[in-house]
């Protein structure tokens, strides 16, 4: 059972949402700024994804209008995934410094794509966010509010489609109050399972072990 007030909790209001979205896009505009050459170039825990996609990819949807949106679509022949994919790679294509440009233009923008909620920008920056950090061997600090909020709607998101299945086990974090889903139990801090909930595993246990918070290990998917 979810403890009461547990979920009504876990979601944060309008304001505070966007104004901890607004905090990210700035720290995150913070660390690019300072990165090498060669940081830009790697890989990243996001797929094939270097730094450089993966910084672009979060200017997007709050700068290009529905008209672009709707091109996009039709250069992806209509694969949502696609789009995302493909227009984060030419977006990559700008120098480094445009980049770092375009993501603080967007601070303070309340922009969102088609068919996503306020929830969905702060996912965004929180997982990539840490994808990046992961990456480059950086630590970056995840709000556990901020985290149960996005960890929340994970779990519940039904369209836009929820890209990733959902673990097998009762979800339970140690640092917040926070519990979902059935089988065996796996405990740790809300940003690990945030990061298990959005298919990466191997980068929620990395997570967990850098912060030195307990973590009871790895889950598959259903």
């Known amino acids: 059972m979810i403890p009461v007030g547990a979920v009504s909790d876990a979601v944060l209001d309008t304001d505070?949402?966007?104004?901890?979205?607004?905090?990210?896009?700035?720290?995150?505009?913070?660390?690019?700024?300072?990165?090498?050459?060669?940081?830009?170039?790697?890989?990243?825990?996001?797929?094939?994804?270097?730094?450089?996609?993966?910084?672009?990819?979060?200017?997007?949807?709050?700068?290009?209008?529905?008209?672009?949106?709707?091109?996009?679509?039709?250069?992806?022949?209509?694969?949502?995934?696609?789009?995302?994919?493909?227009?984060?790679?030419?977006?990559?294509?700008l120098p480094v410094g445009e980049i770092v440009a375009n993501l603080r233009s967007i601070i303070g923008s309340r922009r969102l794509a088609p068919t996503t909620s306020p929830h969905e920008p702060l996912l965004d920056l929180l997982v990539h966010g840490q994808d990046i950090a992961l990456a480059l061997d950086r630590d970056r600090p995840v709000p556990p509010r901020a985290a149960r909020d996005s960890a929340e709607r994970v779990w519940t998101m039904r369209f836009p489609p929820r890209p990733w299945p959902l673990p097998k086990a009762r979800l339970v974090a140690t640092d917040i109050e926070w519990m979902r889903g059935e089988g065996e139990e796996v405990r740790g801090p809300i940003a690990a399972l945030l990061l298990l909930l959005t298919g990466r595993p191997q980068a929620a246990a990395e997570w967990a072990d850098r912060t030195g918070e307990p973590w009871t290990g790895v889950t598959t998917p259903r």
Do not use: K
């Open 16 to 93: 505070e949402l966007w104004r901890i979205v607004d905090q990210e896009r700035g720290s995150l505009a913070d660390l690019l700024e300072g990165l090498g050459p060669e940081e830009w170039e790697t890989r990243t825990r996001c797929g094939d994804w270097r730094v450089r996609e993966v910084a672009a990819h979060l200017t997007i949807a709050a700068r290009f209008s529905y008209g672009q949106v709707v091109r996009e679509m039709v250069r992806a022949r209509g694969d949502w995934n696609r789009m995302i994919h493909d227009s984060a790679v030419r977006e990559a294509s």
